[in-house]
């Protein structure tokens, strides 16, 4: 601390006493040592410490008392303070604030060393009616002064000269000695005695004489400028005491606080311990001299009173006992500056306030401030304002780094959760108090504390005032975060009615976000919610939170999944300047922490079993997928289906309303969940504008992946008995989808069709049995197989009456069935088999067993004989029906091409003569001989046969013969 000129310093103290009148106690300087006058035992410690030499030869060190600076001798009758005490307990407060006070010097022997406990008898009247009562001045009680201590001093290094000559040695040490003898009164005594030991000690390695006189005289030396430190001191304390008396202004104590405030956290415990007790004396002169009148200004009032509460836990004792006393000054200035500035209109508040002030000072005494300093935090949290709570908060925190001491540093958190706890919603700089507490967090060690700062951010974000503030900040950091932001997320220590309240605010940040535009960046708040949720899930301090929640979380980072798809770090609007020191690994992607949160989701809700089933089948790498991702979805949605039904259920009804918000990634998400779940039986439950109607609006969506959607929804629909009637009315809308391209769509649509097809109306049939027809032959085979599935099972749902109206339907499909059961798809060639015997029940015929032999026809021609000549005699318009078979010769497939041919050349000698006569056979034969150019030879040789048959037929030679000749042509083709 810079210590005052010691010439100016005196004069300026003198003069401010003599202005207020004030009598001005009378400074004792100590005598040499040994002629009388003992140096207290602290002040012989401190000065000791700072300018002895070790080699000193320690004394017994008197008994005296230099606890904060009073210098006092040990006197028989007791202590001073015990005395003044019990002479001063009965005053009043009116009596003890005088206009004519002393001022309390450190060294002064006065009777008003000790303290006094604050008073606050006179509210007793508190608890009278409100409405009948006015507070006074006098209501507010006085507490007594405070002793001063010593500050610190600081000397600059010396430097070295030459030797000096022997006679200005000689006059320098006959200096020194005659000073050994007389106290310096003067401040030219005082002067002419340093000058003269500065420039001995300068030469002294050039001048042992001069060195074995400070030797034989180091005593003395030492015993001096003890005598000199002091009363430098006690110039400085009437100094700041005179400045507050002549200008008693509450601007005042906040400029000296202001000066003093680093003093008061200095690590030096000598620098810490004078700068204590030097305020503590400046409290108590103002406690009694203050003036305060409006308008009032004390900017720093609750940063001070922080202090003085972080000093009461002080590991140095004298510096914790001083600020409890100090403290005690300081609460009664508070008093009286919240009384004048408190407002008229809410003063039932003021005395609520002030009974519960004396209630606590009824239980703590200044021994109790001492030793468990966070009770102060309960005692001024109840007058200080949300601005001056900021400052006390924020100094705690900002102290925490230079308490290096456990103890005190356990104190300091103590005092933060007090404060906290008791202040609840009143805090106004929630941002800046959690920017300092993140800060901190990677400074300090002590795991106490740092679960002491953990739980302040709990008690913010606990409160709803303060939730959605101390997320916003906390997510504005680094992601991943770091190990310290990750511990804090973790440890929450949250009182179980709040968790659900806590991790909900946090979900929505995270929902917000969805409802922007898909082109634009993704969100920074997003991937840092997203990733602040993964902490929590890890840390489980929310269980049951997470529990309660977990559909609305699982949805909602499956989402997230589906937003993060494809982007990288660069694709995410990063708030600038937040990765000015790191630089963001290019493996940290949204994807990444979408997926390890759903990962851990599921894995603290115990649904151990829905990850086993999305890791054996490749789920995840499903939903990572820009194609998969849905199929991902419905993998885990029947997952949970299987294995957990309550979740399962809990989960359709939360996407009930969830299906109409955010945008489209958002919405296919949610609904392809929600379609997988329309198994369930209480999906019957849910009302028709929920499902069958929303499912209809899907129907006409323009993106093929919500009609894909609706009708998947619908086939798990149907399978509800009582839905189906609701569903019928969507049955022109699906049997229009049978012509869409997409091959899903078509499938869905047939599928729902076939369970269906038994409620259909006459009218419906024929038309879906046309459609039908059309896809016979299709590109895609399980268009083609399911397209004769379902039109067999048409056949069958025919009621009796309309049978006639389908009999033509039924005879034109004899002909594709039969030449696709040789199609070289297995399946279809199977289906056709079993669709052509349907017709022949509906025709009431008995097919032949030779049209169910899986081989091929060219290898088998007797056996197609045979079918041919079923056919021939059961069927009229055989020229149709050749017409029917030859448009197959150009079909893309060669075993139908083959089989058509082949067919046609049998076929014709069943042929009515006159009628292929009358119509000609040059149509005909110009389909076989474009054949003849075919690429295949079994192609080339069959058409050329079937030619040669065409041309007897037209002649009309023997049918026998032709037979033979075919026969002839079979067995070439066979070798």
Known sequence: MPLPHRGRSSRLAGSRVASTSLPRATAHSPRRAGRGAPLPSHAQRLTRRRHSSEQVPAGPEPQADFRSGKWRQERAGGDARDSRRSARAGMGSRHRICSREEIVIPCASDNDSGSVDLQLSNLEDVKKDASSLELTDSDISDIAGLPQESLTDSFRPLTQQGPLSEPIVERLIQSIQEFFNDDLQSELEKLTFLRSLSSLSRALPYDETIGAFIHSHIEDIVHILNSLYRQTLQAFSEMLQSLVVKDPHLENLDTIFKQMDPWLQSTKDHERERATVSMAQVLKCSSRHLSLKLPLQFQRLGRLVALMALLCGDPVKEVAEEAAEGTHYLLHITLRLKYVTHDKKNHPSLRRAMKKCQELLELYSIKQFYSCPFKIAQVFEVFLNSNELCQFVMTILDGLKNLKHPCTQNSAGELLIT??????????????????????????????????????????????????????????????????????????????????????????????????????????????????????????????????????????????????IGLTMSDVAIPSGLYTEQEMSSQVTPLCFAIQATKTLLLRTLCWQEFNIMEKNKGWTLLEGKDGHLQGISLLANA???????????????????????????????????VELLQSPVARRLPSIYSIARLKDWLHHGNNVFKTLALKGLRYLTRHQEMREGIKSLLPCILDLLCETDEKIVLLAIQILLQLVETMDFTTLTAMMKTLFSLFGDVRPDVHRFSMTLFGASIKSVKYTDKKGIENQVLDSLV???????????????????????????????????????????????????????????????????????????????????????FVGLLLKYVDHSELTMKGTDWIEKDLRDLLCDPEPSLRIIASQALFQVREVGTEQDPRQTVCGLRKLMGCLST
Not at 552 to 563: A, F, G, R, V, Y
Not at 858 to 886: D, H, P, S, W
């Open 816 to 902: 594709p069935l039969l030449l696709y059961s040789q199609d070289e798809n297995d399946a279809v060639a199977e289906e056709s088999r079993q669709v052509l015997t349907i017709c022949a029940q509906f025709l009431k015929w008995k097919l032949p067993q030779e049209v169910y032999c899986k081989d091929p026809w060219y290898i088998r021609c007797g056996k197609v004989g045979k079918v041919c000549k079923f056919f021939g005699k059961k069927c009229k318009g055989k020229v149709n029906l050749v017409a029917q078979t030859l448009m197959f010769s150009k079909n893309a497939k060669l075993p139908i091409r083959r089989a058509a041919v082949l």
């Open 640 to 674: 949970l289906l299987e294995r957990n039904h309550l979740f399962a259920n809990k989960i359709m009804y939360l996407l009930v309303p969830l299906l109409n918000r955010g945008n489209d990634k958002h919405k296919l998400t949610s609904a392809g969940f929600f």
């Open 419 to 564: 404060l906290v706890k008791n202040a609840e919603s009143r805090f106004e700089k929630v941002p800046e108090i959690m920017g300092v507490i993140c800060a901190q967090l990677s400074i300090i060690s002590q795991p106490r504390v740092r679960q002491q700062i953990i739980n302040t951010v709990s008690l913010f974000i606990s409160r709803p005032k303060y939730t959605d503030i101390v997320i916003s900040h906390l997510l504005c950091h680094p992601v991943p975060y770091d190990r310290h932001l990750a511990e804090l997320w973790r440890t929450l220590d949250v009182k179980l009615p709040n968790t659900t309240w806590i991790l909900w605010r946090l979900l929505r940040k995270l929902q917000k976000c969805h409802n922007a535009p898909t082109h634009e960046k993704m969100a920074y708040m997003a991937v840092a919610a997203t990733d602040a949720l993964y902490e929590v899930f890890v840390g489980n301090r929310l269980r049951a939170a997470t529990f309660r929640l977990f559909p609305q979380l699982l949805m909602t980072l499956l989402i997230q999944i589906h937003h993060s």
